[in-house]
């Protein structure tokens, strides 16, 4: 079947394969560089790479995806019968990502509408799907980005980390705050807000802040239908755990994604990340 409107996303969406494949949603990957070696996300490099380098404290950054490659993305989907494009990607305060695929947009064979997310990981996961939903249904670049928009303004994420070192050496958190994350071995809660990372909340303990991760995503999935999704980075055990109990104490759920984040998330947060992603529906 045939559609109008192609979907455009980057790797740091960490949707699950079957759902891209169903969907046909495209991902542009990012570049992580460990040591001199850049390599694509997703095909290249695995997050555990990253978190074994990082553990043993080796250079890891990451950078945006070349505006050459968001353009082969849209003459192929044009090539294949898109008559627009809509391109959502990670929020533009924590990458030039946004901005190439502006740049690639210019000269693109058919109309793009590019999109800042405002969010990362499952949270553009799910804006992305709402996307290829409403293309799904016949909607045109207009109503495609709309679906997107929406689902973005509803969904929230939340996240522990076992340190703010990573996020702070990133330039993803500012320095005062990591500071006090340090401090008196607090364990920080953090949430997006606004396309950036915010502290929300400090707890003393790493228990006691995963309690209150799980309480925080109960109270905002409330009673009606919403999807969620659990990240982790080296911490598989955390996350099916978390999952289980938001299976049994979520009533409206709907979709429930459990996966380990991708190189470049890995790279800024480090291992001993939990997270969860909150898309009413």
């Known amino acids: 079947m045939s559609r109008h409107v192609a979907i455009v996303t980057d790797s740091t969406a960490y949707l699950p394969p079957q759902a891209m494949e169903r ?8 570049t992580v560089v460990l040591g001199s070696q850049a390599l694509e996300e997703g095909t290249e490099i ?101 679906a997107a928009e929406k689902r973005a303004e509803g969904t929230s994420a939340y996240f522990y980390v076992d340190t703010l070192d990573y996020l702070r050496r990133g330039g993803r958190i500012g320095a005062a705050q990591a500071l006090f994350g340090s401090a008196l071995a607090v364990k920080p809660l953090l949430q997006l807000d606004g396309g950036r990372i915010e502290l929300r909340e400090k707890v003393r303990t790493a228990s006691k802040a995963i309690a209150r991760l799980e309480e925080i995503v109960v109270e905002r999935a409330g009673v009606g239908a919403v999807d969620i999704a659990v990240h982790h980075l080296a911490a598989e055990e955390r996350a099916t755990a978390l999952a289980e109990r938001l299976r049994e104490r979520v009533p409206g759920l709907a979709e429930l994604y459990v996966s380990e984040v991708g190189a470049v998330i890995g790279a800024h947060t480090g291992p001993g990340l939990l997270g969860a992603v909150v898309a009413p529906k």
């Open 23 to 30: 969907h046909r949603i495209v991902s542009v990957p990012l």
């Open 46 to 146: 695995s997050a555990r790479s990253v978190a074994q380098a990082l553990q043993k404290r080796k250079s890891v950054t990451t950078s945006r995806p070349a505006p050459e490659m968001f353009a082969a993305a849209y003459r192929a989907a044009a090539a294949a019968g898109a008559e627009g494009i809509v391109s959502l990607h990670l929020s533009a305060e924590f990458s030039g990502t946004y901005d190439a695929a502006v740049l690639a947009a210019k000269d693109a064979p058919v109309p793009v509408r590019v999109v800042d997310s405002g969010m990362v990981a499952m949270a553009l996961g799910f804006c992305a799907l709402a996307a290829a939903e409403a293309a799904d249904s016949g909607g045109d670049l207009d109503e495609t980005v709309a």
